[in-house]
């Protein structure tokens, strides 16, 4: 399935009480506002391997959607605790970050036939039907029982590939040994042959992990095309800075394993050295 985000906002995850995060190893450039949220639209069309982004650092940060509230519970209304159904229905910047934040938790997690359903009303009394349809189905599962570890980890590696320091929408191709993330057309891998860079994390647990490595090849084209959270972001002193919690490695060539496919993408990724510990739920994230 491709699917294709419009948004001019950013995603909210967790919320604003953790801003900025974790160091980075070499990473390398850009700028930008953090301005408000605005509304998006996710629609679907045909690649579950393609995908706008248009995320907000501050949305995987920790607190914006309080992950102890949603996390190991079922992924729809019932499910949730009410703290999180609180942050979902506040009038305030906090409720607009945590629906944004959720929009995009569910198009991670659930399939395309599920969504995410309920309502909440606004200062002047009008009531809103929110309908968040899923896409990726890194989770399908969680829409019924609790989240497991693994699919917790997919679904953050997900989020985090989709983070826009610039909140530009950009149409991704996302690549893993996921069953998902296998199969893609020949157009698609001929068309996406700009390997960005990896990411791979946890934001489960507390604190929340997020990690990313670039590609030694691709810096310069993932930042002409407003990409900088794989390769860090040059601020006007020439120095570079990281997507918030995101914390950069280095290149993905010294930092992960090739998965021996041609699709081209990372079977694993470490953040320590010189003794490593992988992670395999790791998702490669291709431009045009």
Do not use: K
Request: charged content about 15%; some cysteine; overall charge negative.
């Amino acid at each position: 399935m491709l699917t294709s985000h419009r948004t001019s906002g950013a995603i909210a995850l967790a919320a604003a009480f953790i801003t900025t995060v974790a160091g980075c190893a070499p990473p390398l450039s850009e700028d930008a506002d953090d301005d408000a949220l605005m509304e998006e639209d996710v629609d679907t069309a045909e690649s579950a391997l393609l995908a706008e982004n248009a995320l907000n650092w501050n949305a995987i940060n920790w607190n914006a959607l309080n992950w102890n509230a949603i996390n190991w519970n079922a992924l729809n209304w019932n499910g949730l605790l009410p703290e999180a159904r609180a942050r979902l229905q506040s009038t305030g910047s906090d409720g607009e970050l945590a629906r944004h934040a959720m929009r995009y938790v569910v198009s991670c997690a659930l399939p395309s036939t599920a969504s995410f359903d309920f309502s909440w009303t606004d200062e002047d009394g009008v009531a809103h039907a929110e309908s968040y349809p899923g896409l990726m189905a890194l989770a399908p599962q969680w829409q019924n029982a609790p989240i497991m570890e693994d699919e917790a980890r997919w679904v953050s590696s997900c989020l985090i590939s989709r983070v826009n320091l610039y909140g530009v929408s950009v149409l991704l191709s996302s690549r893993s040994w996921h069953r998902e993330l296998w199969q893609m057309s020949s157009e698609e891998a001929g068309t996406f042959n700009h390997q960005e860079g990896a990411f791979w994390g946890n934001l489960f647990t507390n604190p929340p992990t997020a990690f990313a490595c670039y590609d030694q090849h691709g810096v310069a084209y993932a930042r002409q095309r407003q990409r900088a959270c794989a390769a860090g972001h040059v601020n006007d002193q020439g120095a570079i800075e990281s997507c918030g919690m995101i914390q950069i490695v280095g290149s993905c060539q010294h930092h992960c394993v090739s998965n021996g496919d041609s699709l081209g993408f990372w079977g694993g990724c470490t953040s320590s050295a010189p003794r490593p510990s992988y992670s395999f739920n790791v998702i490669t994230v291709f431009l045009d």
